[in-house]
């Protein structure tokens, strides 16, 4: 084998592993925008009991944090009533839209 075709292989290879390892990590990003507007927005609109919430609120690694330390503390029910899957995909849509991720959405 040559040098070139070891390397193609090899990106190849990269590829796919950073693929499969999204694939199994990633939340539904556009199902969590709908749960998210289903299931959030009714108290946190501006002036709402909890306060503004939108995707650009945090930081992608402070909605990873969010999501995996304070949601437990919440207030209420909800984050206890959505399924671990609900909130996977509402993590997503929150991380991809975060203030400093590539796009960046207030979702009023
Ligand atoms: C029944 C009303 C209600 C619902 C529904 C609700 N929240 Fe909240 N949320 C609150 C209240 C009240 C607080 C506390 C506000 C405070 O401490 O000032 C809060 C706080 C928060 C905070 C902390 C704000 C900060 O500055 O760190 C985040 C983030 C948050 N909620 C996200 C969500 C998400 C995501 C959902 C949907 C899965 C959701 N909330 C659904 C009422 C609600």
């Known amino acids: 084998m040559n040098l070139k075709r ?4 090899g990106l190849i290879l ?3 592993t950073a693929t499969s ?12 925008k709908h749960l998210f507007k289903k299931s959030c927005k009714s108290c946190h609109n501006a002036g709402d009991e ?5 995707p650009m609120s945090k930081t992608m690694a402070q909605w ?8 437990k503390k919440h207030p209420g029910s909800v984050m206890k009533d959505l399924s671990k899957k609900d909130l996977k995909d509402i ?3 929150l991380f991809d839209k975060a203030a400093d991720s590539p796009s960046p959405e207030t979702c009023g």
Do not use: I
């Not at 070891?6 to 292989?9: C, G, Q, T, Y």
């Not at 909890?50 to 939108?54: K, L, M, P």
């Not at 990873?64 to 949601?71: E, M, S």
């Open 50 to 54: 909890g306060g503004e919430v939108t």
């Open 14 to 16: 990269m590829a796919f």
């Open 91 to 93: 993590n997503q849509f």
């Open 64 to 71: 990873d944090r969010y999501f995996k330390k304070k949601a």
């Open 6 to 9: 070891l390397l193609m292989v």
């Open 21 to 32: 390892v999204l694939a199994m990590e990633g939340g539904n990003s556009r199902k969590g």
